[in-house]
């Protein structure tokens, strides 16, 4: 019941969006589970009318196996419900009488159509019933899991860089995908069988009631025992789901790496080693997959067996208290029909018991709160007119000092190169200016207001990236390009791709504009993926030009050709350069060296060089 009222928790601010279809397959579950009970009634009935043998009358008391008398349930309240099943008994068989055959009369036209049409207009209205309420239900689970799932990644979109420095793709993957897909078979199923299984045994069971309180009040008793044993499967299931998951997470981190790497792998002859490390997490799975197995196939004949038991023990009780035929058919009869739904409740449980550390997952994600968060009343900012200032900066990762109380003013227009050692802060000054994290002390404005009153969304609308990571999509080249800006006209499309000296080579291409690049710009080669990054800043159009790195990773001719589309972006804008190949600074019009966090030179490119200081020492190691 915890995993249950979890799952149901988590899952009711979607459901009630579609609360009328929700509560319409409800209802027609109920009704599909109260033909059961019509059934099992009817053909008590029908049984009644061919059975020569008239009922015994009713006893008050019947003596049990062991010869103690037991009393009727005392007092009005029992009587009166009594005689209301009675009169409605008795409309029923006014209502039925004229089209059933009643053993010692002839069968009329009638009554051969009345026993013809009964049962199977019973059946239609259990089957289309069923239908309908599954089908409402399912509709409700398609749409709930398709907000979880819009939901889930509009929430990893909110969150803070750090939050994906400390979680894998594999773990992401799997809240996304496999997390939500336990939830929408525990919708689409487990919800339907939920409201139909348990009620179905419940109109089955007041039907018994009626015919016989002592014998239903015994199978009351008797049958939740049965599901004891189906509790105790179900937390190993559970505990078999959650170790399933976790390693599910550590074979797909390893699969996004391998694949995303593959070069590397084939390069230093690791194929042998990154499989045999899948197949270790592959030999977890199916060691905790057949735990679940295992357990959840027990659920059946242990659940077979018990209900078996029970019908012995029912069959010798009718015996023994002296039923007629008719009455001893009831029973099993009931109790055949309800061993189906026994069965689809006690799956339920397991099916719970599966979802909730699925369900704990997804909770935990939508409960994560960003780091970098937006003001609660954003101020609008003007046009970019003046500079960006660093007042007393100051930035930690944990307890890891990057930047030490950094003074800095860009006026507006000004090109400025970072240089630095690895890990003197240059990619943390551009996280910072881009707010992927805010300072630890002071702070960061741009014309005099803080960035941590603007909305991010105006904020980077103020600036362009282009880094040494090329993020291309699956895309068409066209549709990249304007992802600069949403909503970029074709023509100014093209315009971006003109400047950034790409247009040539994206006429060449087999559908020009509209050619689908694939995953991550694969079918490009490095500078052509690199200037249709540098045609999404064109277009961006942004007053502010961050690069990063942005030739890091080209060759000396591709290198020639970006670098004269970045030098082309950078005109009449401010330019902040972050770059490890010093040569790349020269038309900087001043270059900022960090060293563990602080500005140690700011000066012109030549003066930097004749300084002798840190930059001429870097520099003379790349041969300048």
């Known amino acids: 019941m915890t995993d249950l009222r979890t799952i149901l928790r988590f899952g009711w601010p979607y459901l009630r969006r579609y609360k009328a279809r929700f509560l319409a397959g409800i209802l027609l579950g109920l009704v599909f589970s109260a033909t059961h009970g019509v059934i099992l009634q009817v053909t008590n009935v029908v049984m009644q009318r061919l059975?020569?043998?008239?009922?015994?009358?009713?006893?008050?008391?019947?003596?049990?196996?062991?010869?103690?008398?037991?009393?009727?349930?005392?007092?009005?309240?029992?009587?009166?419900?009594r005689r209301q099943v009675t009169s409605?008994?008795?409309?029923?068989?006014?209502?039925?009488?004229?089209?059933?055959?009643?053993?010692?009369?002839?069968?009329?036209?009638?009554?051969?159509?009345?026993?013809?049409?009964?049962?199977?207009?019973?059946?239609?209205?259990?089957?289309?019933?069923?239908?309908?309420?599954?089908?409402?239900?399912?509709?409700?689970?398609?749409?709930?899991?398709?907000?979880?799932?819009?939901?889930?990644?509009r929430k990893l979109h909110t969150l803070s860089l750090d939050y994906f420095n400390r979680s894998t793709m594999g773990d992401l993957s799997a809240r996304v995908q496999t997390d939500t897909a336990w939830l929408h078979r525990t919708l689409s199923l487990g919800l339907s069988d939920l409201v139909k299984e348990p009620a179905t045994v419940l109109f089955l069971f007041l039907v018994l009631l009626v015919n016989d309180w002592q014998i239903t009040l015994f199978l009351t008793l008797v049958l939740p025992l049965c599901m004891a044993p189906i509790v105790l499967l179900g937390r190993k299931i559970r505990k078999a789901a959650e170790g399933g998951v976790a390693t599910k997470v550590s074979q797909t981190s390893l699969l996004f790496e391998v694949l995303s790497g593959i070069r590397v792998v084939k390069a230093f002859n690791l194929e042998g080693r990154q499989t045999e490390r899948f197949s270790d997490h592959a030999r977890d799975l199916v060691r905790y997959g057949m735990k679940g197995v295992q357990a959840k196939e027990l659920v059946n004949p242990i659940l077979e067996t018990l209900i078996a038991l029970v019908t012995g023990i029912l069959v010798v009780l009718l015996f023994r208290s002296g039923h007629s035929t008719r009455e001893m058919l009831a029973f099993p009869l009931g109790l055949g029909l309800a061993i189906t739904p026994l069965k689809k409740i006690a799956g339920l449980h397991v099916l719970f018991e599966q979802s909730s550390a699925g369900v704990r997952r997804l909770g935990e994600i939508l409960e994560e709160r960003p780091t970098v968060r937006e003001p609660e009343h954003p101020v609008k900012p003007a046009p970019f007119s003046r500079g960006i200032s660093f007042d007393a900066v100051s930035f930690a990762y944990a307890d890891r000092p990057v930047l030490q109380e950094l003074r800095l003013e860009i006026p507006r227009g000004q090109r400025v190169g970072v240089a630095g050692e690895s890990g003197s802060g240059k990619s943390t000054l551009l996280n910072l200016l881009f707010r992927f994290y805010d300072p630890t002390h002071g702070r960061i404005l741009l014309d005099g207001v803080d960035l941590r009153s603007m909305s991010m969304s105006d904020l980077r609308m103020q600036m362009a990236l282009v880094s040494q990571e090329i993020v291309l999509f699956d895309q068409t080249v066209a549709e990249n390009i304007a992802c600069g800006r949403l909503g970029a006209s074709r023509a100014e499309i093209e315009s971006a791709a003109r400047a950034a000296f790409a247009h040539e080579f994206i006429a060449a291409l087999p559908h020009g504009y509209d050619t689908r690049i694939g995953e991550r710009g694969v079918t490009l080669s490095g500078g052509q993926r690199q200037r249709l990054a540098i045609a999404r800043a064109f277009v961006r159009n942004a007053p502010i030009l961050v690069l990063d790195e942005a030739t890091a990773s080209l060759d000396s001719q591709s290198e020639s050709e970006v670098q004269a589309s970045i030098d082309a972006l950078a005109e009449k804008r401010t330019v902040i350069c972050v770059a490890h190949r010093l040569s790349t600074l020269a038309n900087m019009d001043r270059i900022l060296v960090l060293e563990k966090g602080r500005i140690v030179e700011d000066g012109p490119f030549d003066l930097l060089l004749r300084s002798n200081g840190l930059f001429a020492a870097m520099a003379r190691k790349q041969g300048l």
């Open 51 to 81: 059975d020569p043998e008239p009922p015994k009358a009713a006893v008050v008391a019947r003596a049990t196996p062991e010869g103690v008398s037991v009393a009727g349930p005392a007092g009005g309240v029992w009587d009166g419900v």
């Open 88 to 153: 409605l008994r008795e409309a029923g068989d006014r209502l039925l009488d004229p089209w059933l055959p009643r053993s010692g009369r002839p069968m009329t036209t009638r009554e051969v159509v009345g026993v013809l049409l009964l049962f199977p207009l019973l059946m239609a209205a259990r089957g289309y019933t069923g239908y309908l309420s599954s089908y409402c239900l399912g509709w409700v689970s398609e749409r709930v899991i398709n907000d979880l799932q819009v939901d889930v990644l």
